[in-house]
């Protein structure tokens, strides 16, 4: 079965920089893209962008054009999702989910990594 | 940057009631890249429907969408006490962006 399985909580100091993983199974991790959504305490999702697992290539949303970078290692079948410069407004549970190529839905999503700025 | 403005913001509904949700996007959209998510608290969102009124995989007929355009609704024709949550529609149309969300909640 599919499975999108992120690494642990985060608390980092504002300036500071994470680095959240993806790790998937139970499909082929090059057939389709991975989205990267946040959601802040109490708030609604805010998407950040996506990879293009088999490429590399990446889309950003306009806000996040300066301070997310996204990768991935075909080997591990994982994605990463770096954030740098953080601010306590970053505070947020990050999740990964995978698109289906078919429907554009994203179909599958990671468990969520909460990462807490705060000095 | 299409935004999808969701109305209402809070829907007060008992179950076996019907639920219709708004969705109205900033400019007119493909039909195939309107989908909606259900949002339980600690939960990963869920997707329902994909391409405005394609259910989803494992999603029960009660939960329909439909719309075109600029203007799409889901609809939950009787609701049932796992229904109670948080649902967002999203395109992905031009960028992908996620309505504001609207909360059902239990009467």
């Known amino acids: 079965q599919v499975q999108l399985v992120q690494s642990g909580t985060e608390v980092k100091k504002p300036g500071a920089s994470v680095k959240v993983s993806c790790r998937a199974s139970?499909?082929?991790?090059?057939?389709?893209?991975l989205h990267w959504v946040r959601q802040a305490p109490g708030q609604g999702l805010e998407w950040m962008g996506w990879?293009?697992?088999?490429?590399?290539?990446?889309n950003y949303a306009q806000k996040f054009q300066d301070g997310v970078t996204m990768t991935r290692d075909t080997s591990r079948s994982t994605a990463y999702m770096e954030l740098t410069s953080l601010r306590s407004d970053d505070t947020a549970v990050y999740y990964c989910?995978?698109?289906?190529?078919?429907?554009?839905?994203?179909?599958?999503w990671g468990q969520g990594t909460l990462v807490t700025v705060s000095s | 940057e299409i935004v999808l403005t969701q109305s209402p913001g809070t829907l007060s509904l008992s179950p076996g009631e019907r639920a219709t949700l708004s969705c109205r996007a900033s400019q007119s959209i493909g039909s195939r890249y309107l989908a909606w998510y259900q949002q339980k608290p600690g939960q990963a969102p869920r997707l329902l429907i994909y391409a405005a009124s394609s259910r989803a995989t494992g999603i029960p007929d009660r939960f329909s969408g439909s719309g075109s355009g600029t203007d799409f609704t889901l609809t939950i024709s009787r609701l049932e006490a796992e229904d109670f949550a948080v649902y967002y529609c999203q395109q992905y149309g031009s960028g992908l962006t996620f309505g504001g969300g609207t909360k059902v909640e239990i009467k």
């Open positions: 989910a995978r698109e289906d190529g078919d429907s554009f839905g994203l179909d599958f």
């Open positions: 990879i293009n697992t088999e490429s590399g290539g990446t």
């Open positions: 139970g499909y082929t991790f090059t057939a389709n893209y």
